[in-house]
T-cell receptor, first 111, second 112 residues
Framework: RKEVEQDPGPFNVPEGATVAFNCTYSNSASQSFFWYRQDCRKEPKLLMSVYSSGNEDGRFTAQLNRASQYISLLIRDSKLSDSATYLCVVRYMDSNYQLIWGAGTKLIIKP | EAGVTQSPTHLIKTRGQQATLRCSPISGHTSVYWYQQALGLGLQFLLWYDEGEERNRGNFPPRFSGRQFPNYSSELNVNALELEDSALYLC???????????FGPGTRLTVT
C-alpha cells in the first residue's frame, strides 16, 4: 500500500461547480499536511497547508480527518484556471522533515 | 526575491553517459531536495541535503549521487544513464527548520 494515496482522476468538472477530492495516508504518526498544485509541465507550487481544525483560503477549503487518516480539498465556484494536478503531501513525525508525496489528482475544468 | 533556479532547462544524453544537474536555492534556504518525476507519475524523492551534508536518500541506486556546496547550491549527478532515467528532475529548497518546500522549474532529462 502506498504511504499517500490519491485518486489520479481526471476529474472533469464544469466551470462554476464545486469539486472535492481526498487523499489518504497510512502512517498515523503523520504530523503536517499540505496541498500543492502542479500545472502541466511546470513545478509544484504550495497551495495551502492543512490544519487540524480545517482552513479556508478563498474558494479553497482543506480539511483533516485524523481518525480516518485522510485530508480533503474542496474547490468552490471552480475556474478554468483551476485545471491542474493537485498533490497531497504528508510529513511524518519521524521523517526528519522529509515530505511524502501523493501521485496527484488531475482536475480539468470545462467551460 | 529570486526563486529556486535550475540548470540546464533541458538535457539530452545517450545511454551510458553521465548527467550533471544544478540547483541554486532561494537565498537564506539551507536545505535542498531533489525529486524525480517521470511522465505521468508522482514525485519520487531522491536526495536531501542540509548544511552541506546528505541527510536522507530515497530508494534509488548509487549511480544517483549529489552534493551541496558551501553556498548551499547543489548538484545532482546521474552516472551510467538508462532510458528510464528520462524524467523531470525537480529541485526544492526550504529555510532552516521549515517544512514547506519551494520548487525550481526543473531540468528535463531525456536519455536516448
Amino acid at each position: 500500500r502506498k504511504e499517500v494515496e490519491q485518486d489520479p482522476g481526471p476529474f472533469n468538472v464544469p466551470e462554476g461547480a464545486t469539486v472535492a477530492f481526498n487523499c489518504t495516508y497510512s502512517n498515523s504518526a503523520s504530523q503536517s499536511f499540505f496541498w500543492y498544485r502542479q500545472d502541466c509541465r511546470k513545478e509544484p507550487k504550495l497551495l495551502m497547508s492543512v490544519y487540524s481544525s480545517g482552513n479556508e483560503d478563498g474558494r479553497f477549503t482543506a480539511q483533516l480527518n485524523r481518525a480516518s487518516q485522510y485530508i480533503s480539498l474542496l474547490i468552490r465556484d471552480s475556474k478554468l484556471s483551476d485545471s491542474a494536478t493537485y498533490l497531497c503531501v504528508v510529513r511524518y513525525m519521524d521523517s526528519n522533515y522529509q515530505l511524502i508525496w501523493g501521485a496527484g489528482t488531475k482536475l480539468i475544468i470545462k467551460p | 526575491e529570486a526563486g529556486v533556479t535550475q540548470s540546464p532547462t533541458h538535457l539530452i544524453k545517450t545511454r551510458g553517459q553521465q548527467a550533471t544537474l544544478r540547483c541554486s536555492p532561494i537565498s537564506g534556504h539551507t536545505s535542498v531536495y531533489w525529486y524525480q518525476q517521470a511522465l505521468g507519475l508522482g514525485l519520487q524523492f531522491l536526495l536531501w541535503y542540509d548544511e552541506g551534508e546528505e541527510r536522507n536518500r530515497g530508494n534509488f541506486p548509487p549511480r544517483f549521487s549529489g552534493r551541496q556546496f558551501p553556498n548551499y547550491s547543489s548538484e545532482l549527478n546521474v552516472n551510467a544513464l538508462e532510458l528510464e532515467d528520462s524524467a523531470l528532475y525537480l529541485c526544492a529548497s526550504s529555510p532552516p527548520a521549515e517544512i514547506k518546500q519551494y520548487f525550481g522549474p526543473g531540468t528535463r532529462l531525456t536519455v536516448t
